[in-house]
């Protein structure tokens, strides 16, 4: 809720870190680093965050149930809820609305019933018609004596987190919250007001707005994993430019940052380019983990333009965050049958790519390098190690794309593949997102609740060997690789719990296929290959391999 404007000082920003992606080669800023070997560690967060979120900017206990299940209906997954501002009688009290949400925990388990995460909107601040602003005046629990702020959402003042005791207290106000089952917050952007206290104290001394800042973030995080058990979530900004000037500042910090949203936008084209570059300016700050509010945040109650909404949305599926919702119309099905078929398309596509995303998020925490990691050309990003992607960010189906080095396939049509400057063509139902030829990478079932469903391990060999790490909820992840040399293709996996189905882009039909030196049988179909235990097939220009059980690892050979 905090408004961004773009301005040529972002741009420039941008520009640098661009810099260094063109003096240390052409494949994104990871290029700038070593590559040390994938930990393998459980994930630090919950996979939960990378599956579609939705929410409205005003609702009630009606509508936003409607919100959710109209997506639903429509096919199109829904992972995580997000109840916006106002739910509570008023900002900083957490008790909900008696008349918005009457009945709160019933509809959290309606939610949950569902397989839906559920968050709840908050700040540091208590305004002042809050039932519990006057406890906490009283007893010292605020800033600067309690000194009221007027903000972007009333008039209030600031939880003074110096003080041991005003912090228990403010816990004891959130516990109503996690008692009705909430699985996280989105902390928003109250904070940068503290300057305007002038000058801000608590019982800790004068406090500046960076000093706040990092307590604030620090204490949701921190007191929410507590609480949880590490199964709920603080929804924050990486970075924002919430003055104005073009200059985007930090928010959370990247060691607790697992999931984010870069601010508002408007609902045009220059929303989306806006949203592109606190993205980037996100990435040189070398934030993991975070997406964009889809069709933007700004707008009236008339309809988003259905071109710019339909693009953010394919934007949003190559994010690691997907997340939609703000003002104006947010239903792809308010639209028309079309954009409802590429949004539902690109969610299960964004679906496809968790264990990728997952992935990637954890071994770019671990390198301390961005998942999204802008490359040379006009808004264009490499979404980890292997996928390149250049956003349509204007009218109309031509994009000019800057290619990095190497040979890259087309997500969307594998019989195309190109590098160097190209302008190209995409229609509505088509993105501009490419595969790095030498690529292995996983891409999971859209359904995430099928443990017998493939994982499918995606191969682009060339010459040599490649490793990826892929990173687990809850337990240690497994290390898929290839080796090419001579006539002979070997595929690896360490031990996982996951069913692994291989897909060799461009094999031939190949003499023998073996698991561990025995011969596999060769299934007639892919369907059928499905059924068996393992096996192999040639279908759709593509060699597959399946290993039902690979709990003690795998090694195949194709020759």
């Known amino acids: 809720m905090i408004g961004t404007i773009f301005f040529p000082l972002s741009r420039v920003i941008t520009a640098i870190g661009l810099f260094f992606a063109t003096l240390f080669g052409g494949g994104g800023l990871a290029a700038a680093f070593s590559t040390p070997a994938p930990s393998l560690k459980p994930l ?48 900083g009290d957490f008790t909900p609305h008696p008349k918005l949400y009457p009945e709160m925990g019933k509809m959290i388990k309606w939610f949950h019933d ?104 620090d204490h949701f995080y921190y007191y929410t994993k507590e609480k949880t058990d590490g199964r709920a979530v603080v929804w924050t900004r990486p970075t924002d430019d919430v003055i104005g000037w073009g200059l985007p500042l ?36 070398n934030y993991v983990n975070y997406g964009s509010d889809i ?19 394919q934007l949003g599926a ?88 190497g040979e890259w396939i087309y997500m969307f049509d594998e019989s195309r593949a190109y590098s160097g400057i190209k302008t190209l063509k995409f229609p509505m139902n088509e993105f501009p997102a490419f595969i790095r030829k030498g690529a292995i990478f996983p891409m999971g079932p859209e359904s995430l609740n099928n443990a017998g469903d493939f994982t499918t391990v995606m191969v682009y060999p060339e010459k040599g060997t490649k490793r990826f790490g892929l990173y687990e909820e809850g337990r240690t992840g497994s290390m898929l690789s290839y080796s090419k040399a001579n006539d002979a293709l070997t595929l690896k996996s360490t031990a996982t719990y996951r069913p692994l189905l291989w897909r060799v882009y461009g094999a031939a039909e190949p003499a023998q296929v073996t698991l561990g030196g025995a011969a596999l049988e060769k299934a007639g179909s892919l369907a059928r290959l499905k059924a068996m235990p393992r096996g192999y097939c040639v279908e759709g220009g593509a060699l597959w391999v399946a290993v039902r059980d690979a709990s003690a690892g795998a090694e195949i050979v194709i020759k």
Request: proline share 6%; with cysteine; net charge negative.
């Open 318 to 405: 190559f994010c690691p965050i997907m997340e939609n919702g703000g003002g104006g119309e947010h239903r792809p099905w308010m639209y028309d049958a079309e954009t409802t078929a590429i949004y539902r398309d690109f969610t299960l596509l964004h679906y496809r790519l968790i264990p990728y995303l997952q992935s990637q998020v954890s071994y770019s925490y671990e390198t301390r390098q961005p998942t999204m990691r802008p490359t040379p050309g006009y808004y264009q990003y490499m979404l980890g190690d292997d996928i390149f992607v250049a956003p349509m960010v204007k009218a109309g189906n031509s994009r000019n794309i800057v290619f990095p080095r």
């Open 114 to 217: 569902r397989d839906i995460k559920v968050t709840l909107w908050t700040t540091c601040m208590i305004n002042e018609e809050a039932g519990n602003f006057p406890v906490a005046k009283e007893r010292g629990y605020l800033l600067s004596g309690g000194k009221t702020q007027k903000w972007w959402a009333g008039k209030g003042a600031f939880v003074d987190y110096s003080n041991p005791e005003a912090v228990r207290w403010w816990e004891s106000e959130m516990d109503k919250a996690f008692a009705l089952g909430i699985d996280g917050w989105k902390l928003d952007g109250a904070d940068p007001y503290v300057m305007l206290l002038a000058p801000a104290y608590g019982k800790g001394g004068l406090i500046g707005w960076k000093g706040y800042q990092k307590l604030q973030y």
């Open 250 to 285: 930090t928010f959370a910090s990247r060691e607790i940052n697992f999931v984010g949203w870069v601010g508002d936008q408007d609902n045009d084209w220059g929303g989306l380019r806006s949203a592109l570059n606190q993205m980037f300016t996100s990435s040189l700050f």
């Open 44 to 91: 630090r967060y919950p996979a939960w965050v990378h599956q579609h979120w939705v929410w409205e900017n005003d609702g009630d206990q009606d509508s936003t149930k409607a919100f959710a299940q109209g997506f639903i209906n429509e096919g199109i997954p829904v992972g995580v809820v997000n109840i916006d501002r106002p739910w509570a009688t008023a900002v």
């Open 295 to 313: 069709g933007g945040f700004r707008s009236g109650p008339e309809k988003n333009p259905q071109d710019v909404f339909t693009r953010w949305a």
